[in-house]
């Protein structure tokens, strides 16, 4: 082989597939014999890690892909997508739309919310206590990110969401199991727990709260939380805007027409 071919296999070298005429392999192993025999949160877990993951972590894993599908028009990737999909674009575009919404502050929760824990971990690997680890990481988070600490409460479900005590059961059971350590899912709790105690009310842990948990006890770092919940999230920008497809309308907006946005002189 030339120098020259050399450098142009080079240019978009792969470890995930290994592709030519007749073969196609994931991480090395053939896909005729992963089809069939590992499921989608297995195959998930092969393309970004590399390996493939026990029962029990694949059942983790997708335990939080479940639980983040969608939260209704009123998530405004959803109602992105709703939107998009009345304005004559094709499915591939509506889907886009909504998964486009998923920012820092939309979508991006989850990652903050492992970076905070990881912090909080890295504290207690230094030798401080899991409340003073906390206590420290919490401050150094409204330092850096303000008052709101990611992962915790929701302007809908108060006092409860109700998709995180399943999720935290599902990681205790784990940890019983052996599967992950608990670790993480003890510093989920240590969190609320200290963000309720300097609120003096309780506060809920959300969904990005409690994926986090699972996202870190299975070793996935803070951007790849980010991204499995845009995974998980675009299966309801993709429910939301084939139903939409189905109802008809032209160029829905936020509101209906009946209402007009307040016009506020400067």
Known sequence: ????????????????????????????????????????????????????????????????????????????SIAAARMAATCGVGLNNVMATGVNMLGDVHGGAGEQCAELYLDIAARMDDGADLQTATRDGIAHWRETYGKIVSGFGHRFHKPVDPRAPRLMALVRQAASDGAVSGRFADIGEAVQAEIGSQRGTEIAMNIDGATAVIFCELGFPPPLSRGLFCLSRSVGVLSHGWEQMQQGGRNKGPMPPAYLPEFEPR
């Open 1 to 76: 082989m030339s120098e020259d071919a050399k450098a142009v296999r080079h240019w978009w070298r792969t470890s995930i597939i290994d592709m030519e005429p007749g073969r196609i392999a994931f991480r090395g192993h053939p896909i005729q014999d992963l089809i069939g025999n590992v499921s989608f949160a297995q195959m998930i877990w092969l393309m970004t890690r590399g390996d493939l993951p026990s029962p029990e972590q694949a059942a983790l894993l997708e335990s939080a892909l479940v639980a983040g599908v969608d939260h209704g028009p009123q998530a405004p």
